[in-house]
């Protein structure tokens, strides 16, 4: 089981910046994708950037080049940096980890990020 807790939302004016965390205990962090989603308000939930295992990153179109994903295995957290908000980022983040050989998901309980003048 693994436990996955956020942190580091907030109000940020519009061409801000935030940086979040996701801490996770409970397994071995190295061998699970880690990923954050978001979803907004009536809105499904969507994949904002992941970082695999080995260290690949990929991240959805809307937030190339503001945003950037990172992992430190040792510390066993996963950091997501976002700059140049927009009011369209406003959503609540999700903290996902996936395990690379069972594919069993697990989920953090979410942390609001509002972008707003």
């Known amino acids: 089981q693994v436990q996955l807790v956020e942190s580091g939302g907030g109000l940020v004016q519009p061409g801000g910046s935030l940086r979040l965390s996701c801490a996770a205990s409970?397994?071995?962090?190295?061998?699970?994708?880690m990923a954050w989603y978001r979803q907004a308000p009536g809105k499904e939930r969507e994949l904002v950037a992941l970082?695999?295992?080995?260290?690949?990153?990929n991240y959805a179109d809307a937030v190339k080049g503001r945003f950037t994903i990172s992992r430190d295995n040792a510390k066993n957290t996963m950091t997501l940096q976002m700059n140049s908000l927009k009011p369209e980022d406003t959503a609540v983040y999700y903290c996902?980890?996936?395990?690379?050989?069972?594919?069993?998901?697990?989920w953090g309980q979410g942390t609001q990020v509002t972008v707003s003048s």
């Open positions: 409970g397994a071995i962090f190295s061998i699970y994708h």
């Open positions: 970082i695999a295992s080995t260290g690949g990153t």
């Open positions: 996902n980890a996936r395990n690379a050989w069972s594919n069993s998901a697990y």
